[in-house]
């Protein structure tokens, strides 16, 4: 079933007698990144993918209003869960959607059972990198609204973080995804949840009570070794590391990783 609520749409697959997850995509993506994901663990779990504000289907500027923060993100997500009548749920989010995972978990932590993350930073601790990175996304978000998205994808995908992911079987799949978004909302999105206007939620990952469980690849040593600070500093947290992965784990390796959900949610 697809629906929409105040602007955010989204999909719902499996029985809602059962316990929810929640998934959340990154940049440029939208819900239908975790269809492969969801078409394995659907018999068990009742799943909710959400299009993030300036992808996939949410979309309408007017619905989505003043949304543009982490935290009225975050609110609004606790509101969708509340118009569905879920009370908890686990929450997964890749890269992008980790964060804002990160983010609502930190505001609502008695509506998280379990919190997933998948190549997701909690922010950046430095005031300056912070500012750096707002300007280096403002740059990025002029370049999504003046030259063509193809090749804005072309270049973004050549990041070391992604690995070999062109070589993917898949990836003019999901080339043909990410060109069906706008690249005025990407910009607006990009400029929005900028890692640079992110709290520093560092701290706050100490805190959290409910298991948590942070994914990374192996080829993606930036995220790698910030998961395994992550782990040092807490280490009640479960990590696993994908082997011959990028950035994208769920995209490369999908039977693997629903495999991993199944394991660790059991």
Same mark, same amino acid.
């Given at each position: 079933?697809?629906?929409? &609520?105040?602007?955010?749409? &989204? ?7 059962? *316990?929810? %997850?929640?998934?959340? $995509? ?16 659907? $018999? ?10 300036? @992808?996939? /289907? ?11 923060? &982490? ?8 509101? %969708? ?20 995972? %990160?983010? &609502? ?8 059972? *379990? ?22 996304? /403002?740059? @990025?978000?002029?370049?999504?609204? @003046? ?37 005025? %909302? ?11 206007? /992110? ?29 395994? *600070? ?29 495999? @991993? ?6």
């Amino acid at each position: 079933m697809n629906s929409s &609520f105040k602007g955010l749409h &989204f999909y719902t697959s499996g029985k809602s007698t059962h *316990t929810p %997850l929640v998934f959340l $995509h990154g940049f440029m993506g939208s819900a239908s990144d975790w269809d492969l994901i969801i078409q394995k663990i659907n $018999h068990k779990y009742f799943c909710i993918s959400i299009d993030l504000p300036g @992808h996939g /289907q949410s979309t309408n500027a007017d619905q989505l209003g003043d949304i543009w923060t &982490f935290d009225r993100l975050s609110s609004r997500i606790a509101g %969708l869960l509340k118009f569905l009548e879920i009370q908890r749920s686990v929450l997964i989010g890749y890269s992008l959607g980790g964060r804002i995972a %990160l983010s &609502f978990a930190s505001i609502y932590p008695q509506s998280v059972s *379990t919190l997933v993350l998948e190549s997701a930073s909690p922010g950046l601790q430095n005031p300056q990198e912070r500012m750096a990175r707002v300007k280096t996304d /403002q740059i @990025h978000a002029e370049r999504l609204v @003046h030259e063509p998205l193809e090749q804005f994808l072309e270049n973004w995908y050549d990041l070391p973080l992604f690995g070999e992911i062109k070589n993917h079987s898949k990836y003019p799949d999901l080339l043909r995804r990410r060109l069906k978004n706008n690249p005025a %909302l990407l910009a607006k999105a990009l400029e929005a949840f900028s890692p640079g206007r /992110q709290a520093d939620l560092w701290d706050k990952l100490t805190a959290l009570t409910m298991p948590v469980n942070l994914i990374c690849g192996e080829k993606d040593t930036k995220y790698l070794d910030m998961m395994k *600070t992550i782990k040092k500093n807490n280490p009640r947290f479960l990590l696993k590391i994908f082997k011959s992965c990028g950035h994208n784990v769920h995209f490369e390796k999908p039977v693997l990783f629903a495999e @991993h959900l199944l394991d660790v949610l059991s």
